[in-house]
């Protein structure tokens, strides 16, 4: 398995380039022709849900199946969401042209505030640290954009959408929309809310591990009976 760090989050690319989803997707094949890698399984987690599925959108060729975790296939239905991610636009303007010590302050106290003082907390706050502000919130403003609506049914790799039945970020039944409107989409629940991998691994590491590997050899069976 191989984990990528995003444009502007975590150790991920810094360009002064507008964030967008679609260079992520690109990014993460990017990756894989570096490490030599033809075909693979994308597995995308909340923001990342949208850049597998623009991996598989943009490079059908290399993507041998999906696995889609706490995710949607569009992220402005309710009002609220309407009215948020219009005013990340300007919000992103605003970071472009706040200096660099005070983007960097703005970061230190978001992480601070988000997490507790457990192990995992400062692990996580250590994380959240090195995010780069401006893409975050550029980043923001991209996935209130995006939508898969229109072409979501087209994808023909196997498919697994682990629902996060208790999450307050990505309502299940959103995640739940997004694997019908895929055909043969299998749905894996996970009893936690949007931050279960963090915080509850041994709840959600074992349901992403059968995913990952009942995608995986669904993918290998369909390759064999292609090669006859």
């Keep these: 398995m191989v984990s990528v760090d995003h444009r502007g989050h975590g150790r991920g690319v810094r360009t002064r380039r507008r964030f967008r989803l679609e260079d992520c997707a690109d990014d993460v094949v990017a990756v894989a022709d570096r490490l030599g890698i033809d075909r693979f399984v994308p597995v995308g987690y909340s923001m990342g849900g949208p850049i597998a599925q623009l991996v598989w959108r943009r490079h059908p060729g290399r993507v041998a199946g999906l696995v889609l975790c706490a995710t949607s296939r569009s992220f402005r239905e309710r009002p609220a969401e309407r009215a948020l991610f219009p005013l990340l636009a300007g919000l992103s303007m605003a970071a472009r042209l706040a200096p660099a010590g005070v983007r960097s302050r703005v970061g230190d106290r978001m992480a601070i505030e988000r997490f507790d003082d457990s192990p995992v907390g400062r692990w996580a706050t250590g994380e959240v640290r090195r995010n780069d502000p401006r ?81 995986s050899d669904e993918a290998i069976a369909r390759r064999r009976h292609l090669d006859g």
Excluded: K
């Excluded at 991209?142 to 990505?170: C, K, M, N, Q």
């Excluded at 055909?183 to 059968?210: I, N, S």
């Design 135 to 215: 893409m975050v919130v550029e980043a923001g403003h991209a996935i209130g954009r995006f939508s898969s609506t229109e072409w979501i049914g087209d994808v023909d790799v196997p498919t697994a959408v682990l629902v996060t039945e208790h999450d307050a970020v990505v309502p299940p039944h959103r995640q739940r929309t997004l694997a019908a409107a895929i055909p043969g989409a299998d749905v894996y629940p996970v009893p936690g809310d949007h931050g279960v991998c963090l915080l509850q691994p041994r709840v959600f590491v074992p349901v992403l591990a059968a995913a990952c590997r009942a995608v």
